[in-house]
């Protein structure tokens, strides 16, 4: 009784590329579709990501730079195959459109593959874990008073010799991996979290940094080429008809070298910096906070580090690509209980209580799957304040992220939050992290610390209901 | 006529609590899980059982992770066709993490569920711990297992989505 669409192989879950002169239809087949019509997890996924193709594809909520880098390399290939190779492959060879087109074809395979794919977000804590971790947080730091933040929360973890400090995100309620880092833009933990790029429209991480890196160094090449026979095609018409009728003749050339001029500069200088990342088995943001450099003391260095250059370089490139771990396109299944931690993103804002109150009848609340988790907590707060005030719930939540900031750092200095009387664990308006465009217009309630009263105090019946769950699917 | 009574048990019996046992960070990123024997388990399970299964689990993880020469050529292939091969082909830690639902399945047949224990594949956890979920038998005898759930035909447990 599994659902067609999360059964079958891991692929299923993985991305599958679209091609750019072809695309499989997004429709689901008829048979795949409950009474209920349920609902794919991508679109309850708590990250500000956009998804396409019915959640095969993957990118970060601001695309228009993409789109940029998109037309800027169509119409100059396209100006380049169209105008300048007729010429050149009769003048000189017609190995050079072929190579170009090669050149171009690997451009745009690992541009859409960079862009598209899932660069290794971390799905966020299930209520049970973050409860779990929670407790054991508050028995290593002895019970706090509540009200006040304590001291941020890490862990310290020793690899290949040297420390390393794993942090606790609060938005993903885990701590994070060593070099995973949360992204502000995408509000997402990325393992391997190298930068958030705008011309990707991405972020660039564990699973599709290899992909990146192909991507800017063949654009190294195609710019290279294209600029180079630009100019030797400028050249050789000149020698027939000088230089200014040559620029007549052709003037997409003089677009096209331009563009290439300026790209290259960059493009190249871009390669040659992630080439010594690769080969130092860094990531930009550890470059970046010289997390590793010598300067912070003679016994620091980087414990990733396979020790020379090549196993570096292939271990990033060829080494094992590890699956998806937020399975975009499996389906919710309805007894299974939501997610703690919202992020703040933007539908936080719509929520209403009064509608979360009505939508949330207890009965409702287990068996309905488009439940979001906006909604769910409420009816355990208003039903369960017995348990409520059990709970040492010391900690309010802080905003996930800084903005603008692929932030590894600063969950600290964040306002300070008040907490409600009375066992119900509210969040006041907090300063929410402005995504570019957006106002911080203040008040997304998290819901986190009410997701933990509820998951604790009816974890039996819940529980009961998943376990009834479980025992269908043997069943079948 | 077995599931059936299978199912009166399964029913019968309530989920006290669950232990997560967590990552093992001290080789590095690699996947790994801690071999320490949780407390909770010490009167549902013997500890000699509960090691082999992790290690078991450890080696897996580390075989799918392995950088040596198949891998490599898997790589130098993939990026040879611009990684459209991914589009056919199975990667070599997918095969692999089909092992290891496969092992973990197994593992809740025979030596968990008889005990009252449950585990959830890590996959679904995001690759963070390894839940076992710990049930009280209301009747005295033990119930067997759901082992499809903790298979990784997706969506078997929570894992993603939430919004």
Not at chain 2, 2 to 10: D, G
Request: net charge neutral; charged share 20%; glycine share 8%.
């Amino acid at each position: 009784m599994t659902p067609g669409g999360g059964s079958g192989p891991m692929k299923d879950c993985e991305y599958s590329q679209i091609s750019t002169h072809s695309s499989s239809s997004p429709m689901e087949s008829p048979h795949k579709k409950k009474k209920s019509v349920p609902k794919r997890k991508w679109e309850v996924f708590p990250g500000r990501n956009k998804f396409f193709c019915n959640g095969r594809i993957m990118m970060a909520r601001q695309t228009g730079v993409f789109y940029l880098t998109l037309v800027l390399i169509l119409v100059t290939s396209g100006l380049f195959f169209a105008f300048d190779c007729p010429y050149l492959s009769e003048k000189i060879t017609p190995a050079i459109p072929a190579i170009g087109g090669i050149l171009f074809f690997f451009v745009m395979g690992t541009l859409l593959r960079t862009s598209f794919s899932d660069p290794g977000v971390l799905p966020r804590a299930t209520p049970d874990e973050a409860a779990d971790l929670e407790r054991q947080i508050d028995i290593a730091n002895g019970s706090s008073s509540g009200g006040y933040r304590p001291p941020p929360r890490t862990k310290e973890v020793i690899i290949n010799g040297q420390t390393v400090k794993l942090k606790y995100c609060f938005t993903c309620k885990i701590f994070r991996p060593p070099r995973a880092s949360h992204c502000s833009l995408c509000d997402n933990c990325v393992e391997r979290f190298d930068h958030h790029c705008p011309w990707v429209g991405n972020c660039v991480g564990k699973r599709n940094y290899r992909f990146f890196y192909m991507f800017i160094l063949s654009l190294s090449f195609l710019t290279v080429f294209i600029f180079a026979f630009v100019i030797t095609h400028v050249i050789l018409r000149s020698q027939q008809t000088g230089f200014l009728n040559a620029l007549k003749d052709s003037p997409a050339s003089v677009l096209e070298a331009v563009v290439c001029f300026f790209s290259v500069w960059s493009i190249v200088g871009l390669s040659g910096f992630h080439t010594y990342l690769i080969s130092s088995n860094q990531t930009t943001n550890e470059d970046i906070k010289g997390s590793w450099s010598n300067k912070r003391g003679k016994e620091n260095y980087n414990p990733y580090s396979y020790g020379n250059i090549f196993t570096n370089c292939c271990a990033a490139l060829c080494g094992p690509l590890s699956p998806s771990l937020i399975d975009r396109r499996g389906f919710i299944q309805p007894d299974t209980p939501q997610l703690a931690g919202p992020s703040n993103g933007i539908t936080m804002y719509g929520a209403t209580q009064s509608q979360s109150n009505m939508a949330a009848a207890t009965p409702l609340l287990q068996s309905e799957p488009s439940i979001t988790s906006e909604e769910l907590p409420l009816p355990g707060k208003t039903s369960l304040s017995g348990p409520c005030a059990t709970l040492t719930l010391g900690q309010p939540t802080p905003p996930s992220s800084m903005p603008n900031l692929t932030s590894d750092s600063g969950l600290t200095d964040i306002i300070p939050l008040k907490e409600e009387h009375e066992g119900h664990q509210f969040l006041t308006p907090e300063e929410a992290p402005s995504p570019p465009g957006m106002l911080p217009s203040g008040s997304p309630i998290t819901h986190s610390h009410t997701m933990h009263v509820l998951s604790l105090a009816s974890q039996d019946s819940l529980h009961e209901d998943s376990v009834r769950g479980l025992v269908k699917l043997s069943s079948v | 006529p077995q599931v059936h009574s299978l199912q009166e048990l399964r029913r019968s019996a309530s989920l006290a609590t669950k232990v997560f046992v967590q990552r093992d960070y001290s080789d590095g990123t690699t996947c790994q899980f801690q071999t320490k024997f949780p407390p909770e388990l010490e009167s549902r399970i013997e500890r000699q059982l509960f090691e082999e299964t992790v290690k078991t689990l450890n080696g897996f993880y580390a075989e799918a992770e392995k950088i040596g020469g198949s891998s490599y050529l898997e790589g130098c292939l993939a990026c040879a066709t611009a990684y459209f091969i991914f589009l056919c082909m199975e990667t070599h830690y997918e095969k692999v993490l089909k092992k290891i639902s496969k092992y973990i399945q197994d593992q809740n047949e025979k030596i968990y569920a008889p005990r009252g224990l449950l585990l959830t594949d890590p996959l679904e956890r995001g690759m963070r711990v390894i839940e076992i979920s710990i049930y009280e038998d209301r009747c005295s005898s033990g119930s067997s297992s759901s082992g499809s759930s903790s298979s990784s035909s997706g969506g078997g447990g929570g894992g993603a989505g939430g919004r």
